[in-house]
């Protein structure tokens, strides 16, 4: 089977089993749904990993780290309730910070587990407590148009994967894919650099002269959306339109 | 290791999340979904990038995650207040409700309606009775998940 | 000379601009003002060109002319080309803005300006009170204008510039009362059918480019400048000078027999320039227009419906008279139609009982005199058209006017069987009237007499001079002798309709229309005076002008004879046979006085023999004939309106469901398109965010399939 040939199977499987995993108002087939994940995720692997018996342990430490990756994400993306969701998203977020740790981003790793599973989750949940209505809405239980997604879905994947794995022919003459040659010099930089106890002292220094306007900015932004979000509320709090909105929705 | 083979897992694990993530973001109806699974692809594109930085071995993949987390910050913020509005003006957090700025003379976008399907009413424990039981406040139960 | 066309043409901008808001009515004073000085300065203009007149023997030129050039108005390198190689003449297309004075011109100047003066003043009591007092002087002015410019313009482009302006008066003045249908349909009739002959006149004028390859009526040096006297005069010696020869230039006029072409493409531009003329000066075929045309204000029927703007189409040929005499077929064919359109509109005249109509038909018929007075192709007929035209606008604006007074008196009431005997109520209408009538008739002493026997003379001589000198071609003395028989003819007929209208108007019992009211009475001093001027001349100008018999001596003859169209060696003289001239004059006379004896006959007293006669007529369908003024209307109507009009369905059912069709579609696409695509504008956000991934994945998918080298 060649590569290809395992991405587009992939891609399909996939996509039927993302469209049988999407809420469909109480339709059967989850259980499907689950297994042609399962099988699409591992000919993606196959694809992929070529395990190296020198690196048995890291090798197994990334699979379980992408498995418990992606496999939360589909959770987080199918399931019909929304607090469910939330929480596989953790779960996504974790893994997440394990593979930024798995290449050595030993700042980032922490960082997201801090923002985004600390901070921006924490605020969706709260969100959901403020907002979730009673019982089991008929929009969490419905997906829309959920082959077409799927099927978009399972496309996406597949093209960029095909752009990675089987690069399209270059012209006579031309280099393949600059820097995609790597010399083992560099590799052995790379690797006294990550594990070197300045790492996120080098980082910081990066972030505060090359990319300080950027920090800047960001900060800025922040600010403008803290005020912004706070405006937002406070705007629709003074006028209430519940009872037009009840009459309408 | 391989850095080839490392960059290559790394994309994959990244298309992944961002795919899944945008399929969600297509079906689901539910907007606070919809933002998780917005921040799931943003997460996509995060893995990518570090695979891309440790490749060429440039601060340039991280430190650009680090600005996506800040994006991502403002924008969950602002999205969840402009979610908390929508949902305070109808009651509902279904992204269909909003479609006022289709074509004029358009049908309505309404899907099928589903049988009602209410949560079981769950007694909690309590503590055991000193005396007389005391009255469920079976209302307030129901309406629990209401704040 | 430049003052002469200017003075109206500010008088009409200031009537037309302020004559609402301030003049209102007092509207008349500048414009009365402005074409009683042009009047004068056309005076003095006649005076200074007379004085020229004799040094002309002197000079090698042909005739007088003074030329004015304004300005340059268009000139295009290059326009007309001919010839291969060394001999290739390229010309521009020059349109000089240039103003002529030549005895034909300072003439028609005099007369028109004279005319309009006088119909100014009559039209202040006539026009008194009506609403649109202020528009009324403003088109008159413009009219005047414009007919000055037609006149004395050195172009035929420029000519034919004026020709339609003139043309826009005249619609706009016979529409003036355009609230009443029968007016705007009028108009409408007046300008369609002059725009037939109008096409017809620039066909003509594209002929004659391509043929003589200048417009100009005059020439034109090397560097553009005008000829003057003493320039002609190098020029003729050092040979070539001119650069351009104009149309009807001195340079062409000395030799006309070798610079005017002939034959088949001389009777073409012949042909064509008398289309316009037809149109113009209501000839048949197109002579249907001016009755309806009285429609209009009486003075402006007066001015130009009998006096100038239908002489224009005379003065065009009388101005054409060398392309005209290039062309002996041509000559024939106008001198015919003159003829049998004089003979048909007197007929038609017999019976109508619209006063204003039976002179409406008098006119046509006396244009047709003139016509044929120009058909005869020789100095003594064209100049006795010309004396025609110039006495006829004296003594048809007096009758014009007089019927004009008759109506103003009779409520508005031009139907002859509801009023008669009014020369007791209008005593001096009925006499100025009675002077027009007899001059209209060539009575002896009167006007018509000179002018009309010396066309018929002319054509009697064009008859004989044929006979004699062409052994060969029999057909042109009989087509000529019978012209003048017809002419003769017509001349009893003139006796018989005018009188007719004058005994039926002023002479049996006294009655008065009941619309009239209190007011049947004689008209102001602003109507009368002018009625008593033109009085006075066309009793007056035909013996003034005429002087002696013999016709190439006359003055008037003579003094045109300088004109540069009508001095060349080419064109004969006329007759000099004074016993046969006395002859056509006695004959026609007696025709006329016979046709007025008949009249009064037939309406002077019990008129039982009308009765008896109508009643005759009828019964062999004559009466019925000429009433309907031979059906021409009809005729029209079925021949040409109806396909037309089933035509226009054709093309407006075609236009409605093909061309609008198309159009339609080409609209209908989009919008059909549109609505195909409009269901993706549904309003769902996700469903906006799948159409962008969509195609993000056809840039991705594109991407892959053929990717960037």
New interface residues.
Partial sequence: MTPLQAIAAASIL?GVG?WLL??R??APGRGFGALFSAIA?GL?AF????I?PQ?RV?DSV?LLL?AT??VS??G???LRS?VY??IW?AM??LG?AG??LY???Q??GV??VV??AG??LV??LF????????????????????M???A??????G???????AP????EGEQPLA??N?DPV??A??EA?ILSPDHMA??GG??FS??LI?VEV??T??L???V???A??A???QQ???E???Q?? | MDEVQLLHRFLMVGALLFSIGLVGFLSRRNMIVMFLAAEMMLQGISVSLVGWGRFHNDWGGQILVIFILAVAACEAGIALALVLMLFHQTGKLDVAVWQSIREANQPKFVDHQLPEETLPVEHWPTLPPAGVEPELPVEEMIHRSHV | MVLVPALPLAAALIVGLLGFPLLKTRSHIPVIAAIGTSFVLSLFLLRGVLNDTPQEESGGAVGVEKLVRLWRWAGIEGAYSQGEGEQAVSRPFDIDITLRADPLTAVMLSMVTFISSLVAIYAVGYMHGDPGYPRFFAYVSLFVFSMTMLVSVSNFVLLYVFWEAVGLCSYLLIGFWYEKPEAAAAGKKAFLVNRIGDFGFALGLFLLWTTYGTLNFHDVGPDGALPTASAEAEGEASGGKIAVQGVLGQSRLQDPAHSYVGGGVGLAICLCLLAGACGKSAQFPLHVWLPDAMEGPTPVSALIHAATMVTAGVYMFIRCTPLLHASPTAQAIVASVGAFTALLAGLIALTQNDLKRVMAYSTISQLGYMFLGVGTGMLAGIGAGMFHLFTHAFFKALLFLGSGSVMHAMGGIVDMQRFSGLRKIMPWTHGTFLVGCLALCGVFPFAGYYSKDAILAAAHGRAMHDLVLLEGTRWEFSLYQTLYYSGVFTALLTGLYTFRAFFMTFYGETRVPPEAGHHAHESPPSMVGPLVILAVFAFGIGYIMSGSEASHDQPFGGFLHHTPSLAFSGLPAGPHDEASHAKVAALSSLFALSGIGLAAFLYLGERRQVERLSRLMKAVRLYQLSYGKFFFDQIYNGLIVAPLRLLASVCYWFDQKVIDGLVNLGGWLPQAFGAMLRPLQNGLLQFYALAMMLGLLVLIGALLMWPVS
């Fill in positions: 996939l993302l999407l809420p108002g109480g995720l993606f694809v992929v990993v070529r190296d690196h890291g990334f992408a990756t992606i994400a589909l987080a993306v199918t929304p969701c939330a998203f996504t977020l997440t593979l930024f290449q050595g981003a700042f980032l960082a997201t923002v985004y901070a921006i605020t969706f969100v959901l407590m403020l907002a979730q209505p009673k019982g089991m809405t008929s929009y969490d239980r419905v997906s829309w148009e959920g077409l997604s799927a978009t879905g399972a496309v996406l994947v093209l960029l994967s095909a752009l990675v794995f399209p022919p270059v012209a820097g995609l790597v560099a590799a930089d790379r650099e080098h980082l990066q972030l090359r990319y950027g960001a900060g932004l922040l403008a959306a803290l912004g979000a706070v937002i509320v705007q629709g709090k209430p339109r519940w037009e909105g009840r309408h929705g």
